[in-house]
């Protein structure tokens, strides 16, 4: 399953690491528009016997997209709730049960060279003992110089999600982005867009039509210093302790080739400059590359 900008359900393709689900997707469609309805188990690797499902996780929910709205600005729109269980949740406040509704909508379009993604999210329930209110608003957007070399294009990624207050009591505040795009902020893939402020600025360049390069650099801070900062599959990778929210500097290049219709080659690099706050966790700076060929059919 892959809804909208992946920001929470997705084949996460990219590090040939796709997350499986058993289940049932009933779709219907009509005058351009979508609208998806499941109930699934996620599903987990086995090394010698058949894959099973997770027994305590259970997702299900409504998800629709609406054909363009026939503004100037070619908008559509996704409208979608998310439910979620998971009897054994462990976040940076404790271990518990998570019971959690997440409902958003999604606004995208494309206009006069103008690209917009607009997605704000929020999330309610149970987590223990304590009422979860969790929340993120994920944005990009850009223009291309479609009429000068290289077709340039300058976008800007900016996100903020929700982290926890860290006092025990109140309401429970870290966003759990669910099933979310491998990659999110790069293809480094090494941070869960939970208890996290960004903002990315990019350069696209096309020096063939079949070559994309993207240069871009991300700034990152927790948005709260009683929380900590999570990987991808939920573990935590930095405690919550420190007063810095400071988390990173990005430095980024990649190239995309689009052979053919059916493969792609693509080479990636990212540095992280990290801050104090991860020296004081007994981390460090990263360096990433990777090279990868898909092939679709």
Do not use: C
């Not at 779709?27 to 499902?53: H, L, M, N």
């Not at 908008?75 to 940076?92: E, V």
């Not at 987590?127 to 979860?132: A, E, N, Q, S, T």
């Amino acid at each position: 399953m892959s809804y909208g900008a992946g920001r929470l359900v997705a084949t996460r393709a990219a590090p040939n690491i796709p997350f499986k689900f058993d289940g049932l997707q009933l779709i219907g469609s009509g005058g351009g528009g979508k609208i998806y309805a499941f109930v699934t188990k996620p599903a987990r690797e086995q090394k010698d016997t058949f894959d099973d499902e997770f027994p305590s996780q259970l997702f299900w929910g409504v998800y629709g997209t609406t054909p363009s709205l026939g503004t100037p600005l070619h908008l559509k729109a996704d409208l979608y709730y998310l439910g979620f269980k998971n009897n054994h949740a462990r976040y940076a406040a404790g271990a518990g049960e998570e019971v959690r509704q997440t409902f958003g909508t999604r606004v995208f379009g494309k206009a006069y060279g103008f690209d917009y993604d607009v997605e704000p999210i929020i999330q309610v329930g149970r987590f223990g003992h304590r009422d979860i209110r969790a929340w993120t608003v994920g944005t990009s957007g850009g223009y291309t110089f479609a009429n000068m070399p290289l077709q340039p294009r300058m976008g800007l990624q900016f996100d903020v999600v929700s982290g926890d207050s860290g006092h025990g009591a109140g309401a429970f505040g870290t966003f759990n982005p669910l099933y979310f795009k491998a990659g999110y902020f790069n293809d480094a893939s090494l941070i869960r867009p939970s208890n996290l402020i960004d903002i990315h600025p990019t350069l696209q360049l096309l020096p063939r039509d079949n070559v994309l390069m993207t240069l871009g650099s991300d700034v990152l801070w927790r948005y709260t210093a009683h929380d900590g900062v999570y990987g991808p599959p939920g573990n935590l990778e930095l405690p919550s302790r420190g007063a810095s929210r400071y988390v990173a500097t990005t430095a980024e290049v990649s190239a995309q080739w689009q052979i053919n219709r059916h493969v792609s080659w693509i080479t990636s690099y990212a540095y992280f400059f990290t801050g104090a706050y991860v020296r004081q966790a007994r981390g460090g700076d990263v360096n990433y590359v990777g090279t990868w060929v898909s092939f679709i059919w």
